[in-house]
DNA sequence: GCATTTCTCTAGCGGTCGCTACAAAAAAGA
DNA sequence: TCTTTTTTGTAGCGACCGCTAGAGAAATGC
């Protein structure tokens, strides 16, 4: 599972310069070096203090896989800290809280990672293609050892404290089922599918594989046994 | 996903009784009235001491609902101790630490809820039957509003910082598996299914049907919609 | 009665959690 | 140089974590 992407990461930070009277930073979510007045369309103007000590995006990306591993709770700041390899009052004035340094990881897992899935559904000519497409990368890409097993957006926050961060998640896992889900009545209209195809549980089906897989490749199955596993799931596609 | 069952509850204590340096009392798991020297026979010999004031039977169901909704982590003790209505020292000296109270709720609930996977296995003349069976019980246990959501033994310690408990239940959950395989291929070898079937895929798709339903329970889905996603997955089957 | 055994209650241990105050450090603008 | 702005390191806050010492309470055996 993953995304439901577009990357957007707009975030609190979106109009508010002149009053001053705003302490704490607000998580600067700015992507690159801008200077904070933004409004100066200055184009290499340099900001003003003191420079980071570090590069914001490799931060992020160890933060990434430390969370991928380990989950949202049972990653602490201290984990964080100390895999970023910086002070906790850089990650804080870098990225916010926990939990907002969380959720620009799971964005940033949706583009780096977790893009698969819509990118089969766009760019395949068929749901049943679009599906066996999804299930084949989801087999390649859980078991890869570049990275940790299995799906952040299944694994990440099961079991959690904080069920704003849980619900955040189970979102993006129905908004992907809805997905794939919506792709399959689109091949009905057009009758690419027959008519009489329950869609939503041909959705929901879809779905519980791609978590099921998820959880057997963090249980050790690997690529080869993820594929066989896709293969015999293919199986209950109308024939086309 | 389940049990494993058998429910023997030996433990550390199994044989240690002469020498009486041992301190500490050892996390007692009898489950009944018992004296301790249990060399008499004696039948209705009180306990010594003060009687216990709870029912450890319902106090223990009680942890077990807990852990289930919330997860190994995310259950404190302090919750623990409220939701069975007891103080900390008695927990811990009814049960041991949190984690042998775990342990034993990991065993109920396989013995509780856990048992229809073994059933269907045991109890259904063909390996087809017994998963169609097994694959409708989990629709409608994982989605019984008298309990929680979904599969303890899936759910309740992923993402967990003490690894030997997420093992016990990856463990739990890869035996599952290895037992639908057996059946598999006990039925290949009597050929009530074919000699050319992938039993470790097909239960491996069946061990991911059962977490992804799990999944999806937790994630919000009726009963009836497992049910039909179940339908659909059984479309896998060699006609027999 | 009294000693013994066992459980319960209060209180609190050391440790980690997420998070932040504060001052020194490093840059730009004057 | 001097001020301003921002980041960095140190150090530690209050809250909670799992767990337990110690005293009192409630039972049995004598």
Redesign the interface.
């Known amino acids: 599972m993953h995304s439901m992407v577009s990357s957007k990461a707009s975030e609190q930070t979106g109009t508010q310069g002149p009053p001053a009277t705003d302490r704490r930073p607000a998580a600067e979510s700015r992507p690159a070096a801008k200077p904070r007045p933004a409004a100066k369309p200055g184009p290499a103007t340099k900001p003003r203090g003191r420079p980071r000590s570090f590069d914001r995006e490799t931060a992020l990306e160890k933060a990434l896989l430390a969370f991928w591993e380990?989950?949202?709770?049972?990653t602490s700041v201290s984990d964080l800290t100390r895999v970023m390899d910086i002070g906790a009052p850089s990650l804080y004035a870098a990225f916010g809280d926990k939990r907002s340094l969380f959720e620009e990881v799971v964005r940033e897992y949706g583009v780096r990672y977790g893009s698969f899935s819509d990118r089969a559904l766009a760019e395949e000519s068929t749901a049943h293609a679009a599906v066996a497409r999804m299930l084949r990368e989801a087999a390649a890409e859980y078991t890869d050892p570049a990275h940790p097993y299995g799906c952040l957006v299944?694994?990440?926050?099961?079991?959690?404290?904080t069920p704003e961060v849980e619900e955040s998640l189970?979102e993006r896992?129905?908004a992907n089922i809805a997905a794939i889900r919506s792709r399959i009545e689109a091949d009905m209209a057009t009758g690419a599918l027959p008519a009489d195809v329950?869609a939503?549980?041909?959705a929901?089906?879809t779905?519980?594989?791609?978590?099921?897989?998820s959880?057997?490749a963090?249980?050790?199955?690997s690529q080869e046994?993820l594929e066989?596993?896709v293969?015999?799931?293919m199986?209950?596609w109308p024939r086309t």
């Open positions: 380990h989950g949202y709770e049972a299944v694994h990440a926050a099961t079991n959690c404290s189970r896992r129905n329950d939503a549980a041909l929901r089906h779905g519980a594989m791609i978590q099921g897989m959880q057997q963090r249980d050790g199955a046994e066989a596993l293969e015999i799931a199986a209950i």
